[in-house]
């Protein structure tokens, strides 16, 4: 059985079975605490990608990197992020969640700690590049974890709370992220935050289980979770990969219109994890240290975003609203409403400055919701091939965002093209889920897909 397949009724439990003691005794949370992992490896994975952008002004002085250089620098990691999700998402269907997610959360945290030891543009590079390609498996296995690990009516709020977790870790770390660079340099700063992520390595190996592996979990758990969609008895569907299988799915309109939206949504998350303290700096003439303070406004929106955009989605969903509106409403919201940054352009007020951007990053909170609708229509048995693929247009926009701005700022000497650039790929983002994606079902693939 694959792990998005409704399950038949299923048998047996292996361990977490001897644990029920009465069929009416009280439901565990066993899930939440798996959740827990989830949303501090996706903190980590997020402070490793991002950590970068807080040591930009005092690295590019260092290692003498000009604007346009920064945005190569900022724009490599997606290179290999983006050319390593169908890989990463095959790998994650043959090996499973536990031991995928582990070498991928170490390895990219060891190379995190390299990047202070860069020399110059090259070794910085290099680090950038493998940093990218070792983080490639984690949101496909965030996607299957929440599509095993709950029922269809919870997995909205999951989505949102490892997604809140992206932006919160950046919001309430980034004063002291700020400050230990201020106070031991962006060298000693990569160093620490690559070694919690490797400590962290080691926990998720020792915590991690699938269901049906799980001694926290009892039967009326994993009961609720197989009714509502989750599969608990371990059982998996191994789909062997087919070039054939990525044209057929983006043959279907669902998955092409919402990898063209999560482009657009990506493209607002990246200049924030990138070019936003650089943008405070030296467009808005902020203090270093006031930066530390003032970034965490916009990244607490962004946190709160997540958290609402998948409330109102479970809420809608219970109330008899249909899929398509439960799921789509809230991004194309999102999408819309992020499309505002653009009136920063517009204002000589650091106050009004910044309560903009913290509107358009909610906004952006709320279309991350999007990496939901990938359970809901991931043909069976291939969940990571289908969230590789969507995970890598949204992360041609890594590519394409940052070397845009730098190419941008290095010939005007301002950002204000470069928010107009995003407010436009946001708008396009939105059209496509209203024009593009038509109904949210179950992708099939038939045999004659196999001859594409």
Not at 39 to 49: H, V
């Amino acid at each position: 059985m694959n792990p998005i397949e409704t399950p038949r009724a299923p048998q047996t439990y292996g361990a977490a079975q001897t644990h029920a003691a009465a069929p009416a005794a009280a439901r565990t949370r066993a899930r939440f605490g798996i959740l827990a992992l989830l949303a501090i490896g996706t903190m980590i994975n997020y402070l490793d990608r991002s950590v970068a952008g807080i040591a930009a002004p005092g690295m590019s002085h260092d290692l003498g990197l000009t604007p346009a250089l920064m945005g190569v620098i900022f724009s490599a990691f997606s290179w290999t992020y983006t050319a390593a999700q169908i890989p990463g998402g095959v790998l994650l269907d043959r090996v499973g969640t536990r031991w995928t997610y582990f070498f991928a959360l170490t390895l990219w945290s060891l190379f995190t700690g390299l990047q202070g030891l860069a020399a110059g543009f090259v070794s910085l590079l290099i680090m950038r590049l493998l940093i990218g390609a070792a983080e490639a498996p984690c949101f496909p296995t965030n996607s299957r974890v929440v599509a095993v690990w709950f029922p269809q009516s919870e997995r909205a709020r999951a989505t949102g709370v490892y997604t809140f977790a992206e932006y919160v870790g950046l919001a309430f770390l980034s004063p002291l992220l700020f400050w230990l660079e201020q106070r031991y340099g962006w060298r000693a700063l990569f160093g620490m935050v690559g070694a919690v992520g490797v400590a962290f390595g080691v926990v998720w190996a020792l915590r991690f289980r699938e269901p049906h592996e799980s001694k926290a979990a009892n039967r009326a758990e994993l009961d609720h979770i197989a009714n509502g969609g989750g599969v608990v008895d371990g059982n998996r569907e191994t789909t062997r990969f087919r070039w054939a299988d990525i044209a057929a799915l983006l043959r279907r309109r669902s998955m092409l219109g919402i990898c063209i939206g999560q482009f657009a949504c990506n493209s607002t998350n990246v200049f924030f994890l990138t070019w936003f303290p650089t943008y405070l700096v030296t467009e808005r003439h902020m203090p270093w240290l006031k930066v530390g303070m003032v970034a965490v406004l916009p990244f607490i929106a962004a946190s709160v975003g997540t958290l609402s955009g998948g409330w109102i989605s479970d809420a809608m969903l219970r109330r008899g609203i249909s899929l398509n509106w439960s799921r789509k409403l809230p991004v194309i919201t999102g999408l819309l409403a992020a499309a505002s940054i653009a009136l920063a352009n517009y204002v000589d007020s650091t106050a009004a400055v910044i309560a903009i951007l913290c509107v358009a990053y909610f906004a952006q909170g709320m279309s991350a919701l999007a990496w939901m609708i990938v359970s809901d229509i991931a043909p069976k048995g291939l969940l990571g091939l289908s969230g590789g693929l969507f995970n890598l247009f949204a992360n041609a926009a890594g590519i394409v965002t940052p070397l845009v701005i730098g190419l941008i700022v290095n010939a005007t000497g301002s950002f204000v093209y470069a928010l107009a650039f995003i407010s436009a790929v946001t708008l396009v983002g939105a059209l496509s889920y209203v024009f593009v994606v038509g109904d949210l079902k179950r992708i099939v693939l038939t045999n004659a897909d196999a001859s594409i």
